[in-house]
């Protein structure tokens, strides 16, 4: 069974990596995969963090400081933990060399990082979560950006599929964790502040 989920996990990332392989995709999904390395995405992203904290009310204010430890327990439960426990191989160091005749459509660098889970993945996946958990009309778009960059890995060549999925459910559930925990919370102890958690308008 373990032989065959692999073997499947293989055959999906070649389908992803190699017959999907195009143009327009060679250059879009660098782009997306690498999208907050680029400086005005980071000014972007912290302008609307900022927003929320001065603009966004209670709730607003809640969803962006949860966001500080949502992200860092998910990447450090990911890269720190998970990843070493696991250990393994990127199928960029597993199936083959850099060009696509040597089985893997290489279009970043492959990095010395483990492969399960992939930190993209697990990371925008906790965000998603707890946007949506706090402003679910736009729930679809948070979760669609965290599924189009989850994809982007398999694409560049660096994770498998079962990659994507495992940090996708890991990603889920620590946001999901911590919103409970914060609500329980605020709930004894800042009955003021409870007012933000999920479902309940904006003050």
């Not at 999208?35 to 000014?43: A, E, G, I, M, S």
């Not at 890991?170 to 999920?198: H, S």
Request: positive net charge.
């Amino acid at each position: 069974m373990i032989e065959f989920l692999s073997s499947l996990d293989i055959a999906v990332f070649h389908f992803i990596n190699v017959t999907l392989a195009n143009p327009v995709g060679d250059f879009l999904w660098p782009l997306i995969t690498n999208y907050d390395r680029f400086l005005p995405v980071r000014v972007l992203l912290l302008s609307v963090w900022l927003l929320l904290i001065i603009r966004g009310g209670t709730r607003g204010r809640t969803a962006a400081i949860l966001l500080i430890p949502v992200l860092f327990c998910a990447d450090r439960l990911s890269s720190s933990f998970i990843k070493e426990l696991i250990s393994r191989p990127r199928p960029c160091h597993e199936l083959g060399g850099v060009p696509i005749v040597q089985g893997i459509h290489m279009l970043v660098d492959c990095g010395p990082g483990k492969s399960f889970p992939s930190s993209h993945a697990v990371n925008s996946f906790a965000v998603a979560t707890l946007l949506s958990t706090y402003y679910r009309r736009w729930q679809w778009w948070f979760f669609g950006w965290a599924a189009l960059v989850a994809l982007s890995r398999p694409a560049v060549g660096v994770h498998y599929p079962s990659d994507i999925l495992g940090g996708a459910a890991i990603g889920a559930c620590v946001a999901l964790a911590l919103i409970v925990l914060w609500t329980q919370a605020a709930r004894k102890f800042f009955p003021r502040l409870a007012v933000g958690r999920p479902g309940e308008p904006a003050s």
